[in-house]
């Protein structure tokens, strides 16, 4: 009976260290669970939220009280309710045990909340489901400052990309009525379409009446480009503006000729220089 006795005692002892260790296991759960700087929630299927912690209703704007009497379907943007269907389904049927997403949240003033949650099965000896633990991440501010980023990116590209496209197809006022375009280097089919719009836009803003396009700095041209150059100076004359060609190397002579191109609205003459005596003589009439 004594040795008995003494094994109860010992199995008692055991008992007391396992209950102690679960009750200090079981604190440190819930100060986690508490003060953890994320929302979480533990959820049923069958009950829906069994506990959720302090920070998840500060994440949504709702008082606990308030919180118990939605769902996560509630909680979610519209748009974004079926964003996980699929996945949460495997995760039912044990296929995954976990998955990770974005996904939109309205708060309880209306506002959007920006989210990425992690979801995490809990299942039964048997394998089959029984809940789940949620993490929600409040990623708002994230999105924005990165919507911000690459809102300035995307303005430094298309401030780089005028800049280029002033560099590639300067338009010069040389006087009152009088554009100038001189072009250096390749003519490729996009740069011949931005030399059509910024002629356009020219002969609109500065009221010309006399434009001269000068190519003496373009050695090569292919017929679909010289093409494009002598549509955009017809162009320029359905503005009511004349315009003038000059510059013309032996190749691109060439390429028109064989073109057939309707040169005959335009003026074509050897020099920027003679194009502007050119202009300002007609101007001066």
């Known amino acids: 009976m004594r040795q008995r006795v003494k094994d109860l005692e010992k199995q008692l002892e055991v008992r007391a ?6 009750q200090e296991d079981a604190l440190r759960y819930r100060r986690y669970f508490n003060f953890a700087q994320i929302g979480m929630t533990v959820t049923s299927l069958g009950t829906g939220w069994i506990d959720f ?3 998840l209703c500060e994440q949504l704007g709702y008082t606990p009280e308030e919180l118990r009497g939605t769902n996560w379907v509630d909680l979610t943007h519209p748009d974004d309710v079926s964003l996980d269907k699929d996945l949460f389904e495997k995760l039912v049927r044990g296929e995954i045990q976990r ?4 996904k939109r949240f309205l708060r309880k003033d209306g506002s959007i909340m920006y989210g990425n949650i992690l979801i995490q099965g809990v299942y ?15 990623v708002t501010e994230r999105l924005q400052n990165e919507r911000e980023r690459l809102g300035l990116k995307q303005e430094i590209i298309d401030t780089q990309k005028k800049a280029l496209r002033e560099l590639s197809t300067p338009l010069i006022p040389v006087a009152k009525h009088v554009l100038v375009m001189p072009l250096v280097g390749t003519i490729d089919s996009v740069r011949a379409q931005a030399v059509l719009e910024t002629l356009l836009e020219g002969v609109t803003r500065y009221q010309a009446r006399m434009t001269i396009l000068d190519i003496t700095g373009v050695q090569v041209m292919d017929s679909e480009v010289t093409s494009a150059l002598v549509k955009a100076a017809q162009a320029v004359e359905l503005l009511g503006a004349q315009a003038i060609l000059t510059g013309i190397q032996p190749g691109i002579a060439k390429t028109l000729v064989e073109l057939d191109a309707e040169l005959s609205n335009v003026m074509t003459l050897s020099t920027v220089r003679e194009g502007i ?8 009439r």
């Open 124 to 138: 039964r000896p048997d394998g089959s489901f029984d809940h789940i633990f949620g993490f929600l991440h409040d």
């Open 17 to 22: 260290d396992e209950i102690a260790a679960a």
């Open 53 to 55: 912690n302090q920070q």
């Open 99 to 102: 998955y990770s997403l974005d």
């Open 277 to 284: 005596s050119y202009a300002l003589g007609r101007l001066h």
